[in-house]
C-alpha cells in the first residue's frame, strides 16, 4: 500500500512537474536580450492632435475586451457567447470585441464587420495584449518569469502582421514595474482602465517617456450574466461606421476617448440602461493656436488637465468647459473629468513631435549578443539539472519492505 502511494502521490507528481519545469524553461533558450537605450519624452514644435478629424456627432461605444465560456472551462469565462453578445446589444454597443485568451471568433467572419480579436498571453505574469487583426492566434510565451527583454520580444512578436496591440491591464500583470513602461515600445493602446486595474499612472508613465499610446476602457468581463461586470469601462469611438477598416483607423489615429461607470442599478437591469443612456460625454474638443478648449454635456465635479510626470496643469472645479494653453514646457496633455455620479473620463492626449510620423515608435531595445549567449547558457544549465533530477526521479527505487 505504501510503495503505491508513493508512486501516485509523489513521484509521478514529481516527475510531472520536473517535465513541464524543462519543457517551460526551453521556451527561454535562444531568446534575444537587449540594452535598453533612454527614452525621449515628446519634442518639436508640431502638437499631435487625436481629436482633428472628429466629428461630435459620430461617438460609438465600444468594449474590445470580454471572455466567455472557453477551452473546456479551464480559462475564466461564465457564460456563452450568445449571452455574451446579448448583454453588450442590450445596452446598445456599436463595437463588441470577444477577446478569448488565444482564440478568435468566428462571429460576423467574412463581413466587414468581423472584429478580429483575441487575448494574448497565458504565462503566470499575466502579460496580456489584445490583439487586432492577426492571419492567426501565436502561442509564443514565456511561462514563468518575464524580464524586460522577454516583455519586448513578447511585443515585437505579437504586432508581426497585426492591425494593433493594446497593452492589457498594465497594473494587473506580475512583476511588471512602472519604469518598465518607460522602455517597452511596439503597442498602440493601453487599457488604462479595465475590469482589472486602473493603470492611468503607468499610461503616464508611458507618455512621459515619448510613447504615442491612447486609451482603451474595456470590462475584461468574464461573466456578463454578472451585471456588475458589464458596462463599467467603455471606449467611446469618433467613426461613421462600424466596419472593422474604419474602426482600426480611428483607434490608430486615437479619436477615442475612456470612461470608467460605477456599478449603476446594483444588478437591476433598467436603472443600468437608464444610466448608461446618458452617460456624460463631450460636445466639443478643439485644439486651435495653442490652446485646448473641451466642452462636456453635463457639468463636472472636476475637470483636470496631466502633462509630463502625470502633473496636474489645471484643475477646474464645478464646469463643463475648460481651456489651457499648451505651454513650451508640456510635451504631453490629457485631460481627465470626474463627476457626482462617479463616472470618470478620461481623453487621449495632445502631444509634441518632429518630422511627419508623429505615431512612430521609438526603437530602444539593442540586441546584445553577448547577454544573450550568457542568458542562453543559464538556461541551458537549468535544463540539464532538471532534467538529471528526472532521471534521479525516475530512477530512484521504491520499496515498501524498507520500513
Ligand atoms: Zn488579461
Excluded at 517535465?19 to 535562444?30: D, H, M, W
Aim: aromatic content about 14%.
Amino acid at each position: 500500500m505504501k510503495k503505491i502511494f508513493l508512486i501516485l502521490f509523489v513521484k509521478i507528481p514529481l516527475i510531472i512537474l520536473l517535465l513541464a519545469t524543462t519543457i517551460g524553461s526551453s521556451f527561454y533558450l535562444f531568446s534575444p536580450i537587449y540594452n535598453f537605450e533612454e527614452p525621449s519624452p515628446f519634442a518639436g514644435s508640431k502638437i499631435y492632435n487625436p481629436y482633428g478629424a472628429i466629428d461630435s456627432t459620430q461617438w460609438k461605444r465600444a468594449n474590445f475586451h470580454a471572455h466567455h465560456r472557453m477551452w473546456g472551462g479551464v480559462t475564466n469565462g461564465g457564460c456563452s457567447e450568445e449571452e455574451l453578445l446579448k448583454a453588450y446589444n442590450g445596452l446598445n454597443y456599436d463595437f463588441i470585441g470577444i477577446s478569448n485568451y488565444q482564440h478568435m471568433t468566428d462571429y460576423n467572419k467574412g463581413t466587414e464587420f468581423y472584429l478580429p480579436v483575441y487575448e494574448h498571453g497565458w504565462g503566470i505574469a499575466k502579460f496580456h495584449q489584445l490583439v487586432f487583426g492577426a492571419e492567426k492566434v501565436t502561442w509564443k510565451e514565456y511561462p514563468f518569469f518575464m524580464g524586460l527583454s522577454e516583455k519586448q520580444n513578447i511585443l515585437n512578436h505579437v504586432h508581426e502582421g497585426a492591425d494593433l496591440i493594446v497593452f492589457n491591464h498594465p497594473r494587473f500583470t506580475r512583476g511588471l514595474k512602472k519604469e518598465d513602461m518607460r522602455y517597452l515600445t511596439g503597442y498602440n493602446m493601453i487599457e488604462a482602465v479595465s475590469g482589472m486595474a486602473s493603470s492611468a499612472d503607468l499610461w503616464d508613465e508611458a507618455l512621459s517617456s515619448g510613447h504615442a499610446s491612447f486609451i482603451v476602457a474595456n470590462d475584461d468581463s468574464h461573466n456578463i450574466n454578472k451585471l456588475y461586470q458589464l458596462a463599467r469601462n467603455v471606449t467611446f469611438v469618433n467613426v461613421n461606421s462600424t466596419k472593422y477598416t474604419d474602426l482600426v483607423d480611428a483607434l490608430k489615429r486615437g479619436s477615442t476617448y475612456g470612461l470608467k461607470v460605477p456599478n449603476f442599478g446594483d444588478g437591476d437591469w433598467n436603472i443600468k440602461k437608464a444610466q448608461n443612456d446618458s452617460l456624460p460625454r463631450p460636445l466639443e474638443i478643439a485644439f486651435t493656436n495653442d490652446t485646448l478648449r473641451i466642452q462636456l454635456d453635463q457639468k463636472a465635479d472636476s475637470i483636470r488637465v496631466i502633462g509630463q510626470g502625470g502633473n496636474a496643469k489645471l484643475v477646474a472645479k464645478d464646469t463643463a468647459y475648460i481651456e489651457y494653453v499648451m505651454q513650451p514646457e508640456d510635451t504631453y496633455i490629457r485631460t481627465e473629468a470626474r463627476f457626482a455620479n462617479g463616472v470618470d473620463m478620461y481623453f487621449n492626449p495632445l502631444f509634441r513631435y518632429t518630422g511627419d510620423q508623429p505615431l512612430a515608435t521609438q526603437v530602444l531595445a539593442h540586441y546584445s549578443f553577448v547577454k544573450t549567449l550568457l542568458y542562453s547558457f543559464v538556461w541551458l544549465l537549468a535544463i540539464l539539472l532538471q532534467l538529471f533530477l528526472l532521471y534521479k526521479v525516475i530512477a530512484f527505487p521504491i520499496n515498501s519492505k524498507r520500513r
